[in-house]
């Protein structure tokens, strides 16, 4: 399995796989979750799995317009005072989430593209705390 075939996986699954991230999250840094006070993390979830599309299809395709999304998406971080050392949790929750779903199909070539495209997105995020 490649990490577009993962993306569709993860789209086409009934249940949402990405809510078990957050439960990740505030395990290893119950710090952040103040940042989520009030919202509903079904919603959160959602976005994020739609998002996480275009995360694979910048990796991928590098299309203009899924970079600009990221840095718009940076800049809504940037807004909700997300610092830029909180990301690396989040990818590792990410990750972790991702591993635990796709089981015996996860190995190390779909981890190091997940880990690349992951960084390339949280870069271009990066770039948009600073418009
Ligand atoms: C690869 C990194 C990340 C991606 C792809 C991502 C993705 C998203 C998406 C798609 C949304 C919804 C945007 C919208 O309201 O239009 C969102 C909102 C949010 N994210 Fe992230 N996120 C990332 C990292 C983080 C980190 C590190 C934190 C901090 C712990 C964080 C905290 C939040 C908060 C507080 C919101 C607003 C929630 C709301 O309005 O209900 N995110 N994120």
Redesign the pocket.
Same mark, same amino acid.
């Given at each position: 399995m490649d990490i577009s075939e993962s993306v569709e996986a993860l789209l086409s699954s009934k249940a949402l796989v990405i809510e078990h991230l957050y439960d990740r999250?505030f395990e290893s /840094?119950p710090d =952040?979750r103040q940042?989520?006070e009030n /919202?509903?993390m079904r919603?959160?979830a959602s *976005? =994020?799995t739609? +998002? @996480?599309a275009?995360?694979e299809a910048y990796y991928s395709q590098r299309f203009p317009a899924t970079g600009h999304y =990221?840095k718009v @998406?940076g800049n /809504?971080?940037f807004h909700?005072?997300?610092?830029t050392e909180?990301?690396a +949790?989040? /990818?590792e929750a =990410?990750i972790g989430t991702l591993q635990e779903f796709f089981a015996e199909t996860w190995d190390q070539p779909l981890a190091n593209q997940w880990h690349e495209a992951?960084d390339l +997105?949280?870069e271009t *995020?990066m770039e948009g705390y600073e418009i």
């Open positions: 999250l /840094r =952040l940042h989520f /919202r509903d919603i959160q *976005m =994020l739609v +998002a @996480l275009s995360v =990221l @998406l /809504r971080h909700e005072g997300v610092r909180d990301y +949790a989040f /990818r =990410l992951l +997105a949280i *995020m």
